[in-house]
């Protein structure tokens, strides 16, 4: 029936991890509290930017990788 036994407990394996990986609390997703009075506001703040800083470089280098990969127009430039 299976030819490959180990590739079914590879996937069983990983699935299970996975399983276990994302049963973990919410309370421990949550890196930085900006509330309250220990002032990681501003901690807060600049990894808010960072973050937007990431995605939007991410948007570009995405975008410049798919425009080098289309065929060269004349019309285009």
Same mark, same amino acid.
């Given at each position: 029936?299976?030819?490959? *036994?180990?590739?079914?407990?590879? @996937?069983?394996?990983?699935?299970?991890a996975?399983? +276990? &990986? +994302? /049963? !973990?609390? /919410?309370?421990? =997703?949550q890196? @930085?509290? /900006?509330?309250?009075?220990?002032?990681?506001?501003?901690? !807060? %703040?600049? +990894?808010?930017?960072?973050?937007?800083? @990431?995605?939007? !470089?991410? +948007? %570009? %280098?995405?975008?410049? @990788?798919?425009?080098?990969?289309? *065929?060269?127009d004349?019309? &285009? =430039?």
């Open positions: 029936m299976l030819r490959r *036994p180990s590739l079914v407990l590879s @996937v069983a394996l990983l699935a299970l996975a399983l +276990l &990986t +994302l /049963a !973990a609390p /919410a309370g421990a =997703q890196l @930085v509290d /900006a509330g309250g009075d220990n002032g990681a506001g501003g901690l !807060a %703040f600049v +990894l808010m930017v960072v973050m937007v800083v @990431v995605i939007g !470089a991410s +948007l %570009f %280098f995405m975008d410049h @990788v798919r425009r080098n990969r289309l *065929p060269k004349d019309d &285009t =430039q």
